[in-house]
């Protein structure tokens, strides 16, 4: 069994900073892609940015030159830096990784529990 657990979230004012992480933790042969996502009311789940295996990066054109992803592949650990922050960044914030528990086994998605980012003054 693999669990993703978030830590960081909580209560920003407009221009601040965040920083989220996300540990997984089980039965792991190997991590694939590693993200983040988001959720805000009413809105459906968007991509925020990802990592693959290799360190190639890829943000939502909404958070490009403020937020920050980075990895720790010993570590099986990806954090968001979160800098600027607008009121359009509140939303739940889900950790998202792409796992191999064994060595011929398939990928499979996980996701965290979720953590609130809230930008408010």
């Known amino acids: 069994q693999v669990q993703l657990v978030e830590s960081g979230g909580g209560l920003v004012q407009p221009g601040g900073s965040l920083r989220l992480s996300c540990a997984a933790s089980?039965?792991?042969?190997?991590?694939?892609?590693m993200g983040w996502y988001r959720q805000a009311p009413g809105k459906r789940r968007e991509l925020v940015a990802r990592?693959?295996?290799?360190?190639?990066?890829t943000y939502a054109d909404s958070v490009k030159g403020r937020f920050t992803i980075s990895r720790d592949n010993a570590k099986n650990t990806v954090t968001l830096q979160m800098n600027s922050l607008k009121f359009d960044d509140t939303a739940v914030y889900y950790c998202?990784?792409?796992?191999?528990?064994?060595?011929?086994?398939?990928?499979?998605?996980?996701w965290g529990q979720g953590t609130q980012v809230t930008v408010s003054s």
């Open positions: 998202n990784a792409e796992i191999r528990s064994r060595r011929y086994a398939g990928l499979t998605d996980y």
């Open positions: 089980g039965t792991i042969f190997s991590v694939n892609t």
């Open positions: 990592i693959i295996s290799g360190d190639t990066t």
